[in-house]
């Protein structure tokens, strides 16, 4: 999985409560991307970061935030969790080659809320 | 819209036999399309990336084609194994922004001996 490890694997959680979710890399790479991958849709991206506490919004963020203090670390907040983020998150990074960024995603976590 | 579209949804092959996953897309304007697969439990992973100047790229006995004027994609595989057995998931990135990427909803593939 490119150096990328997701914890925890597994959660399971109830309504109203708050869950962190940890990206970690050992690429250095300057990207890192919060996916969500549900049923019957492609990925969709949550947040990503550009750099250092440099972040921006994905199509999906409502109810989500994140955090990026060191390069290695993406950290995706759900701050008071609701069914419908029941869902499996992966976390993505990626670098520029000659401008193109080739995706390389991390094992997910699969989250369910009660 | 940018939409990608790929069919069929699913696929059963007999191991040893070859398939082909078609790969549609309205995405524009294009960057890249790459190609992942995903076994089930994991995170995808890449199998090509072609820009818009390449309309083969191969990896073992996986071929992409893409065809930019039709906006068309596929993924051949060649002599299926039981291993082959993931979703395939094709992927378009748009110029201008690299966080600008739509995914397909993948074709699920299971090889049968």
């Known amino acids: 999985d490119a150096g990328i490890t997701q914890s925890p694997r597994h959660k399971v959680t109830e309504t109203g409560t708050p869950v962190t979710l940890r990206c970690h890399q050992t690429e250095n790479h300057r990207y890192m991307y919060w996916y969500r991958q549900d049923p019957g849709h492609g990925l969709r991206l949550i947040h990503y970061?550009?750099?250092?506490?440099?972040?921006d919004k994905g199509e999906v963020s409502d109810g989500y935030s994140v955090s990026r203090s060191k390069t290695e670390d993406f950290l995706l907040t759900l701050e008071s969790a609701t069914s419908s983020q029941t869902s499996v998150y992966f976390c993505?990074?990626?670098?520029?080659?000659?401008?193109?960024?080739?995706?390389?995603f991390g094992p997910g976590t699969r989250l369910t809320v009660l | 819209k940018n939409q990608v579209e790929q069919s069929p949804q699913s696929l059963i092959i007999l191991e040893g036999k070859n398939c082909t996953l078609q790969c549609n897309y309205t995405v524009s304007p294009f960057s890249n399309l790459r190609w992942y697969k995903q076994d089930t439990g994991r995170g995808p992973v890449s199998l090509t990336i072609?820009?818009?100047?390449?309309n083969t790229k191969s990896n073992g006995r996986y071929t992409a084609t893409l065809d930019a004027d039709t906006k068309q994609s596929s993924l051949h595989i060649t002599a299926s194994q039981l291993s082959d057995s993931a979703s395939y998931i094709c992927?378009?990135?748009?110029?201008?922004?690299?966080?600008?990427?739509?995914f397909g909803i993948g074709t699920k593939l299971q090889v049968i001996p």
């Open positions: 992927v378009v990135s748009l110029s201008g922004g690299y966080q600008k990427v739509t």
């Open positions: 970061s550009y750099g250092v506490k440099d972040t």
């Open positions: 993505a990074i990626s670098e520029s080659l000659a401008g193109v960024h080739e995706q390389f």
């Open positions: 072609m820009t818009f100047s390449e």
